[in-house]
T-cell receptor, first 116, second 114 residues
Framework: DTGVSQNPRHKITKRGQNVTFRCDPISEHNRLYWYRQTLGQGPEFLTY????????KSRLLSDRFSAERPKGSFSTLEIQRTEQGDSAMYLC??????????????FGEGSRLTVL | AQSVTQLGSHVSVSEGALVLLRCNYS??????LFWYVQYPNQGLQLLLK??????LVKGINGFEAEFKKSETSFHLTKPSAHMSDAAEYFC????????????FGTGTRLTIIP
């Protein structure tokens, strides 16, 4: 168990560019979550997957954001035409609903996005 | 909809003193409550959780929290602070056991004074 891995850890981009973040969950976990955390705030839910199915999306997830989990393993979060307001830490978490999981999310270290 | 309020964005205590971090929640149904800790440059990790049963729950590193339904509170305590407790602490709520989607508070940064 190597934990939840996120890449890249830091991304600086210019406004209008596209960026993509990758999350590799704990291998046996079938649920994967994306959260966004801005300075001085707690994490805010964006979306989650059970296996490859995207089950819920927050209203925070505008049409410039898209998330995928094509084979039910790793996930990508893409932001198109980035805006300065997208600057935040993007957190990925995973959980296992098939083995008596008791509601704990396992978080990665996050991917920090800075939009200039 | 559920929400979480953490009173005090910054708390400072002396090493060896009591740690008390406050959390109040709002939920239309019996909630599941969590405390997560975030150390510098690390991911969030679970300290403790309340789902059902005993209202006083014990977590890692000597922390505990008590669910008080009448006060809609889930305050986090530790009898004696240690320098290694310096971190940011987040209270979170979820509506049901089958969905781990969490609503977080804004966090409390704990500083330990030597």
């Amino acid at each position: 168990d190597t934990g939840v891995s996120q890449n890249p850890r830091h991304k600086i981009t210019k406004r209008g560019q596209n960026v993509t973040f990758r999350c590799d969950p704990i291998s046996e976990h079938n649920r994967l979550y994306w959260y966004r955390q801005t300075l001085g705030q707690g994490p805010e839910f964006l979306t989650y997957f059970q296996n490859e199915a995207q089950l819920e999306k927050s209203r925070l997830l505008s049409d410039r954001f898209s998330a995928e989990r094509p084979k039910g393993s790793f996930s990508t979060l893409e932001i198109q035409r980035t805006e300065q307001g997208d600057s935040a830490m993007y957190l990925c978490a995973s959980s296992d609903r098939t083995s008596g999981n008791t509601g704990e999310l396992f978080f990665g270290e996050g991917s920090r996005l800075t939009v200039l | 909809a559920q929400s979480v309020t953490q009173l005090g964005s910054h708390v400072s205590v002396s090493e060896g003193a009591l740690v008390l971090l406050r959390c109040n929640y709002s939920s239309s149904v019996p909630p599941y409550l969590f405390w997560y800790v975030q150390y510098p440059n690390q991911g969030l990790q679970l300290l403790l959780k309340y789902t059902t049963g005993a209202t006083l729950v014990k977590g890692i590193n000597g922390f505990e929290a008590e669910f008080k339904k009448s006060e809609t509170s889930f305050h986090l305590t530790k009898p004696s602070a240690h320098m290694s407790d310096a971190a940011e602490y987040f209270c979170a709520v979820s509506l049901n056991f089958g969905n781990e989607k969490l609503t977080f508070g804004t966090g409390t940064r704990l500083t330990i004074i030597p």
